[in-house]
């Protein structure tokens, strides 16, 4: 059973950066750990012992570390405005590596955008997101079929999505982050046209 302490999460778990977890725990993958949830990328300041929101974070996130390595392989993750990118790269310094797979949804890329972007030699599929959730959007573009995973537990689900994601190497239009300010367009209220 991996342990999250063996993994690259461990300090993300004590730096309280792992929120709202759906799962956080051994994959079916032996050695392999897995988590789904959020990612608090800058904090609030907070008085005494006070617990507040994060005052950035990403959703959705989606990523795999194995035992004994100091790297995040694969990840993926819902980012309100695609600026935010460079805060995950960030937070993660040392943890995101040059051969990894990390598949950024953003809310205000064109929606028949798809861009490869690189951020200190780390390697971005950038994406835009919709109606659907990463997840949806996520099996569409690895052409996973959802019925294959109907019989898997959340941690072998997981292990799929990242095998299949960690073998994706498709090209896409080479973009640098300051063009991608330069392009994004306004952050989308998701929720406007909804009933409520």
Request: aromatic letters at 10%; a negative charge; one cysteine or more.
């Amino acid at each position: 059973m991996t342990n999250i302490a063996e993994t690259p999460f461990a300090s993300l778990e004590t730096e309280k950066r792992l929120i709202n977890a759906v799962f956080k725990g051994a994959t079916d993958r032996p050695g392999r750990f897995g988590y789904r949830g959020g990612l608090a990328l800058k904090f609030q300041q907070s008085m005494a012992d006070e617990a507040r929101p994060p005052e950035l974070a990403c959703e959705q996130v989606i990523a795999v570390g194995d035992a004994g390595s100091a790297e995040i392989p694969f990840m993926t993750a819902y980012f309100q405005s695609f600026e935010h990118v460079k805060d995950l790269a960030e937070t993660l310094k040392g943890k995101l590596s040059p051969s990894g797979k990390y598949f950024m949804f953003c809310n205000n890329i064109d929606l028949l955008a798809k861009y490869s972007m690189e951020l200190d030699g780390v390697p971005f599929y950038i994406l835009p997101l919709e109606e659907s959730t990463v997840y949806n959007e996520l099996l569409e573009l690895l052409r996973i079929e959802k019925n294959d995973l109907k019989k898997l537990s959340i941690g072998g689900k997981t292990d799929a999505v990242a095998e299949a994601a960690m073998n994706f190497d498709e090209k896409w239009d080479e973009i640098t982050f300051s063009k991608g300010l330069e392009v994004m367009g306004p952050v989308k209220n998701r929720y406007e046209h909804r009933p409520v």
